[in-house]
Protein backbone atom coordinates (compact mmCIF):
# COMPACT_ATOMS: atom_id res chain seq x y z
CA UNK A 1 0.00 0.00 0.00
CA UNK A 2 1.51 3.12 -1.27
CA UNK A 3 -0.17 6.47 -0.40
CA UNK A 4 0.18 10.57 0.46
CA UNK A 5 -0.21 10.76 3.95
CA UNK A 6 -1.74 14.12 3.65
CA UNK A 7 -4.70 13.97 5.94
CA UNK A 8 -3.88 10.79 7.23
CA UNK A 9 -2.35 9.59 10.41
CA UNK A 10 -0.52 6.03 10.53
CA UNK A 11 -3.05 4.19 12.36
CA UNK A 12 -5.60 4.82 9.31
CA UNK A 13 -2.64 3.65 7.22
CA UNK A 14 -1.95 0.76 8.89
CA UNK A 15 -5.79 0.08 8.79
CA UNK A 16 -5.90 0.64 5.25
CA UNK A 17 -3.15 -2.20 4.39
CA UNK A 18 -4.32 -4.99 6.96
CA UNK A 19 -7.68 -4.39 4.86
CA UNK A 20 -6.10 -4.36 1.70
CA UNK A 21 -4.52 -7.37 2.62
CA UNK A 22 -7.92 -9.38 4.07
CA UNK A 23 -9.32 -8.60 0.52
CA UNK A 24 -5.97 -10.04 -1.48
CA UNK A 25 -5.16 -12.94 0.69
CA UNK A 26 -6.87 -15.55 -0.82
CA UNK A 27 -5.91 -14.83 -3.96
CA UNK A 28 -2.80 -14.93 -3.04
CA UNK A 29 -2.60 -18.51 -1.62
CA UNK A 30 -4.46 -19.61 -4.82
CA UNK A 31 -1.58 -18.29 -7.07
CA UNK A 32 1.02 -19.81 -5.17
CA UNK A 33 -0.70 -23.32 -4.76
CA UNK A 34 -1.18 -23.29 -8.35
CA UNK A 35 1.80 -21.65 -10.20
CA UNK A 36 4.21 -20.76 -7.48
CA UNK A 37 5.60 -16.83 -7.60
CA UNK A 38 8.33 -14.73 -6.88
CA UNK A 39 8.80 -12.28 -4.11
CA UNK A 40 10.93 -9.28 -3.94
CA UNK A 41 14.44 -10.17 -3.10
CA UNK A 42 12.90 -13.88 -2.46
CA UNK A 43 13.99 -17.34 -5.12
CA UNK A 44 11.04 -18.19 -6.72
CA UNK A 45 8.31 -20.47 -5.06
CA UNK A 46 6.91 -23.46 -6.79
CA UNK A 47 3.45 -23.78 -6.78
CA UNK A 48 2.28 -27.03 -5.21
CA UNK A 49 0.41 -28.28 -8.04
CA UNK A 50 4.01 -28.10 -10.33
CA UNK A 51 4.62 -31.53 -11.01
CA UNK A 52 1.11 -33.30 -10.50
CA UNK A 53 0.67 -36.44 -12.63
CA UNK A 54 -0.89 -36.41 -15.73
CA UNK A 55 -3.77 -38.21 -16.47
CA UNK A 56 -5.43 -39.10 -20.03
CA UNK A 57 -6.18 -35.71 -21.66
CA UNK A 58 -9.92 -34.75 -21.98
CA UNK A 59 -11.55 -33.93 -25.41
CA UNK A 60 -14.66 -31.81 -23.55
CA UNK A 61 -15.07 -30.68 -19.71
CA UNK A 62 -17.67 -33.74 -19.22
CA UNK A 63 -15.00 -36.22 -19.79
CA UNK A 64 -12.82 -34.25 -17.51
CA UNK A 65 -14.68 -33.97 -14.42
CA UNK A 66 -14.83 -38.35 -15.06
CA UNK A 67 -11.49 -38.63 -15.52
CA UNK A 68 -10.56 -36.34 -12.12
CA UNK A 69 -13.38 -37.83 -10.15
CA UNK A 70 -12.11 -41.41 -11.52
CA UNK A 71 -8.17 -40.45 -10.17
CA UNK A 72 -9.75 -39.57 -6.42
CA UNK A 73 -11.59 -42.99 -6.74
CA UNK A 74 -8.56 -45.07 -8.03
CA UNK A 75 -6.01 -43.68 -5.20
CA UNK A 76 -8.43 -43.92 -2.66
CA UNK A 77 -8.47 -40.23 -1.43
CA UNK A 78 -11.16 -38.85 0.83
CA UNK A 79 -12.03 -35.41 0.99
CA UNK A 80 -10.67 -34.80 -1.96
CA UNK A 81 -11.06 -31.39 -4.33
CA UNK A 82 -10.93 -30.49 -8.01
CA UNK A 83 -9.10 -27.16 -8.92
CA UNK A 84 -10.20 -25.16 -11.87
CA UNK A 85 -9.83 -21.18 -12.97
CA UNK A 86 -12.82 -19.47 -12.89
CA UNK A 87 -13.17 -19.52 -16.69
CA UNK A 88 -13.98 -23.17 -16.67
CA UNK A 89 -17.25 -22.77 -14.55
CA UNK A 90 -19.09 -21.75 -17.48
CA UNK A 91 -18.16 -24.84 -19.77
CA UNK A 92 -18.45 -26.99 -16.56
CA UNK A 93 -22.24 -25.36 -16.08
CA UNK A 94 -23.38 -25.80 -19.14
CA UNK A 95 -22.74 -28.71 -19.75
CA UNK A 96 -24.60 -29.90 -15.89
CA UNK A 97 -22.03 -30.73 -14.53
CA UNK A 98 -21.56 -28.48 -11.13
CA UNK A 99 -24.32 -28.06 -8.55
CA UNK A 100 -24.38 -24.71 -5.80
CA UNK A 101 -22.65 -25.77 -2.14
CA UNK A 102 -23.25 -23.22 0.42
CA UNK A 103 -21.02 -20.84 -1.10
CA UNK A 104 -19.07 -22.72 -4.11
CA UNK A 105 -20.08 -25.58 -6.33
CA UNK A 106 -19.52 -28.83 -6.04
CA UNK A 107 -19.70 -31.84 -8.88
CA UNK A 108 -22.76 -34.29 -9.11
CA UNK A 109 -20.78 -36.84 -7.17
CA UNK A 110 -20.61 -34.27 -4.18
CA UNK A 111 -16.70 -33.56 -4.62
CA UNK A 112 -16.04 -30.09 -4.35
CA UNK A 113 -14.55 -27.33 -6.78
CA UNK A 114 -12.74 -24.55 -6.35
CA UNK A 115 -12.73 -21.46 -9.05
CA UNK A 116 -9.74 -20.08 -7.43
CA UNK A 117 -9.31 -16.11 -8.68
CA UNK A 118 -5.36 -16.54 -8.38
CA UNK A 119 -5.08 -19.93 -10.30
CA UNK A 120 -3.56 -19.41 -14.10
CA UNK A 121 -4.79 -22.96 -16.13
CA UNK A 122 -1.36 -23.85 -16.89
CA UNK A 123 -0.10 -27.39 -16.38
CA UNK A 124 2.01 -29.24 -13.98
CA UNK A 125 5.28 -28.04 -15.88
CA UNK A 126 4.09 -24.70 -16.67
CA UNK A 127 2.30 -25.33 -20.10
CA UNK A 128 0.38 -22.47 -21.33
CA UNK A 129 -3.19 -22.19 -21.71
CA UNK A 130 -4.01 -22.18 -25.42
CA UNK A 131 -7.89 -20.53 -27.28
CA UNK A 132 -8.93 -24.52 -26.21
CA UNK A 133 -7.00 -26.22 -23.90
CA UNK A 134 -6.36 -25.72 -20.44
CA UNK A 135 -5.68 -27.74 -16.82
CA UNK A 136 -7.56 -28.43 -14.34
CA UNK A 137 -6.45 -30.42 -11.32
CA UNK A 138 -7.54 -32.80 -8.64
CA UNK A 139 -5.80 -33.34 -5.59
CA UNK A 140 -6.72 -34.41 -1.30
CA UNK A 141 -7.51 -31.82 0.84
CA UNK A 142 -5.13 -28.77 0.52
CA UNK A 143 -4.31 -27.57 4.00
CA UNK A 144 -3.13 -24.23 4.80
CA UNK A 145 -2.28 -22.95 8.47
CA UNK A 146 -1.20 -19.34 9.18
CA UNK A 147 0.18 -17.65 11.63
CA UNK A 148 -1.79 -15.51 13.75
CA UNK A 149 0.35 -12.34 13.74
CA UNK A 150 0.12 -10.04 10.98
CA UNK A 151 3.38 -7.75 10.42
CA UNK A 152 3.36 -4.26 9.42
CA UNK A 153 6.63 -2.51 9.60
CA UNK A 154 6.60 1.03 11.84
CA UNK A 155 5.74 4.10 10.29
CA UNK A 156 9.48 5.05 9.15
CA UNK A 157 8.60 3.67 5.77
CA UNK A 158 7.73 7.63 5.06
CA UNK A 159 9.38 9.00 2.11
CA UNK A 160 9.89 12.69 2.93
CA UNK A 161 10.97 13.96 -0.57
CA UNK A 162 7.23 12.95 -1.85
CA UNK A 163 5.62 12.59 1.32
CA UNK A 164 4.72 9.13 0.50
CA UNK A 165 3.84 6.46 3.17
CA UNK A 166 4.63 2.53 2.15
CA UNK A 167 3.28 -0.38 4.14
CA UNK A 168 3.25 -4.14 3.61
CA UNK A 169 1.39 -6.28 5.52
CA UNK A 170 2.92 -9.73 6.29
CA UNK A 171 2.31 -13.21 7.44
CA UNK A 172 3.52 -16.51 7.34
CA UNK A 173 1.85 -19.26 5.58
CA UNK A 174 2.60 -22.77 5.12
CA UNK A 175 0.16 -25.06 2.85
CA UNK A 176 0.70 -28.84 1.98
CA UNK A 177 -1.46 -30.97 0.04
CA UNK A 178 -2.78 -34.23 1.28
CA UNK A 179 -2.15 -37.90 -0.57
CA UNK A 180 -1.30 -36.74 -3.89
CA UNK A 181 -2.40 -34.30 -7.25
CA UNK A 182 -3.16 -35.20 -10.86
CA UNK A 183 -3.79 -33.03 -13.70
CA UNK A 184 -5.91 -32.85 -17.06
CA UNK A 185 -5.57 -31.09 -20.13
CA UNK A 186 -9.38 -30.31 -21.27
CA UNK A 187 -10.02 -29.20 -24.76
CA UNK A 188 -13.25 -26.93 -23.60
CA UNK A 189 -15.23 -26.36 -27.13
CA UNK A 190 -15.47 -29.36 -27.71
Known amino acids: YSCSIVGMDYAEARRRVLTRMQLRAQRAVEKRLWSGGNAPGLPGITGLLRGATAL ?10 AILEQGLTDNAIVGGMIHARPYMAPFLANNHLIVPRGRGWQTN ?3 PIVFGQGYDGTGPSGEAV ?14 IWQDSEIFVPPESVLNRTDNTLSLVAETVLAMTIECGKWSVAVTRDC
Open 56 to 65: TAASCPVTAI
Open 109 to 111: NGT
Open 130 to 143: SSTVEYMYVTGRVV
